[in-house]
Structures are given as C-alpha cells and as structure tokens.
C-alpha cells in the first residue's frame, strides 16, 4: 500500500479536545452548552447513532437529553414535542434523528426548529446561507469532510475535486464547501456517464453513494486523495465503504478508511455546531 490512510478517529479526538477545553472555558462564563437529540422508533442503526451522540456530548462536557418517542407518534404529538425542546432555556441544539417514519414529514418537522438551533445544519435559512457563503451552522458530515481534506496539508485554491453523490446530507453540500475553498468541482450521480473518465481526473476524490465496494483503481488516478463517506453493512455483518479500499490505496496517496475515517467527523463537528450555537444564543445581546 503507497497511500497514507487518513486516521479520522485520532483527528476527531483532537478536535474534540479543543472544544472540551473550550466548554470548560464557556462554564466559567455561566455557559453550559446543552444539546437535545428526538428519536423515533425502534431502528438500531438511528439507536446506535444517538449513543454515539451523546458519548460525544458526555466526552467534551455538554449537557445532553435524549427524548424517544413511539414510532406510531403523529405529526402533531411530535411538533409538540419540539415545540416544549424550544422553550428550554438549557439546550442550544435541536436534532431530529433521521429518518422518521413514512407518515412523518421530516420537512415539516426539520422546518420547526429555529435556524439558530438547528445544528445538523438541515434548516433551508443555513442551508441557504452555506450557498452564498456566510457564517451558518453547516452540515456535520461535509464540514467533517473538508477539515480532514485540510489535516493532509493540501491547497484546495485550484483542485479538481470530484464528488460523487448529490444528496442534500453530503454530496451537494460538500460540492458547495469545496468550491468556497476554491477548489474546481465536478458532482456526478447514478445518470453520470463515463464516470471514471471524470474520476480519473480528479485530485480529490470524495465519494458518497452507499454501494459496497462501487469504486475500485479503475477510477482512480496516481496521487489522487480519496474520500470514501460510504457505510454499507454486508451480509456477514462487516462494515464497508464504497471504494475498494487494499486496490485504491495502492494507487491514492491519501485515503479514508471504513470505518474509522469520515464517520468519526461527523459528531464531532455536530459537537462544534452545539458549541457555536450556544455561544451565539447567549453571547447575543454582548
Ligand atoms: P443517498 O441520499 O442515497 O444518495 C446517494 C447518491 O449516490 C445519489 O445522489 C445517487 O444519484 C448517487 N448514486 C447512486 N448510484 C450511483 C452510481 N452507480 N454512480 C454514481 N452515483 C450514484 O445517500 P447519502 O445520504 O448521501 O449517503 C451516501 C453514503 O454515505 C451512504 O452509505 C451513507 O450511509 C453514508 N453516510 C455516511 C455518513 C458518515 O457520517 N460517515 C454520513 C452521511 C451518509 P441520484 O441522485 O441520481 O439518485
């Protein structure tokens, strides 16, 4: 293997250690950041997820509840739920573990939390905000992305970044970060076609399309850094991402592993989020 395996985890326990600090600061100002996470249902995958939170929290030293609700609740039992999370004076962050039922409108319901308080980054007032770049909550995985892009020493002023997948969670949002960075972005998706001519040109290759083992040296040039945001669990249980990880790391120089690579990012950047909006809710009138 020539490439040099990005180590999302040691990053993210580094970060995370910056903003433990930077909680300890903000409580001797009277300032305890406080995040609250609704589930819904019984899905382990969404149950394990939120675990994974509020260690997190637990970790750097911000305040956190989780409400669960049945998977049978109403649209209107759960608007009233958040609507109660609103009025708490101790919590900074609002997140609704996605995906919700089929008869919920996860819109509607992402609709409800305020812009301020809204650190998944999901809110159309962020999301518009990241377009014409100015300061906002972003979106956790994205932002997880371009900090371990950024932890390689790489310029992105001129890159041919090419992403793959156009989600409104990863692919665009990423595509939208990148080209903030100056970095040149081509976002391809299932009707792309020839899409390995297109990946063989790229310098950063960021994939996120969530089917085992899509992407092989067949895509890859000499040099290029890879990005797998890919999760695919296998039959036999193993945990995957979307790049054939032993060939492509003959040929990239740097590349993410599954897992252990962009995952570990993404709460800590929603740890970040909680932090930025506290400071930002009760700083406001300073
Ligand atoms: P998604 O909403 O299902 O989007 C997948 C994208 O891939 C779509 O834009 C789709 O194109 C495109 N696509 C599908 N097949 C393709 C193909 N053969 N060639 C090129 N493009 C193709 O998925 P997502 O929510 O963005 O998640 C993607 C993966 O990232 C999943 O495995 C997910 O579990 C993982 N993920 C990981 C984290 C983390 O923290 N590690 C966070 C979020 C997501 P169309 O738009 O044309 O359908």
Do not use: W
């Not at 310029?155 to 665009?172: E, P, Q, Y």
Request: hydrophobic share 40%.
């Amino acid at each position: 293997m020539s490439a040099v395996v990005i180590d999302g985890k040691a990053i993210a326990r580094s970060i995370r250690e910056e903003i433990a600090r930077e909680v300890e600061q903000l409580k001797q100002e009277g300032i305890h950041p406080g995040l609250a996470v609704v589930l819904v249902g019984q899905d382990p995958a969404s149950h394990s997820y939120v675990k994974g939170k509020v260690k997190g929290c637990e970790e750097v030293g911000i305040y956190s509840e989780v409400v669960c609700l049945e998977e049978s609740v109403s649209q209107a039992e759960l608007h009233e739920t958040i609507e109660q999370i609103k009025k708490k004076t101790n919590i900074h962050g609002i997140l609704v573990q996605l995906p919700l039922p089929p008869h919920i409108s996860e819109e509607a319901v992402l609709d409800l939390i305020p812009a301020e308080k809204d650190v998944d980054g999901f809110h159309p007032e962020n999301v518009g905000k990241m377009v014409i770049g100015k300061e906002s909550l972003l979106p956790c995985t994205p932002h997880g992305i371009v900090k371990l892009i950024q932890t390689t020493g790489t310029d992105l002023n001129g890159k041919h970044v090419v992403v793959i997948g156009r989600s409104n969670i990863v692919g665009k949002p990423v595509s939208l970060l990148l080209l903030q960075e100056n970095a040149t972005v081509t976002l391809c998706h299932s009707r792309t076609r020839n899409l390995a001519d297109l990946t063989r040109q790229a310098d950063i290759l960021v994939v996120a399309v969530g089917k085992p083992h899509l992407i092989g040296k067949e895509h890859v040039s000499p040099g290029t850094i890879v990005i797998d945001v890919g999760v695919n669990r296998l039959e036999n249980g193993k945990l995957v991402g979307d790049v054939r990880f032993d060939e492509v790391a003959e040929v990239a120089s740097y590349i993410t592993p599954v897992p252990g690579g962009v995952g570990p990012m993404t709460i800590t950047m929603l740890l970040a989020n909680t932090v930025k909006a506290a400071k930002a809710q009760t700083r406001k009138g300073d």
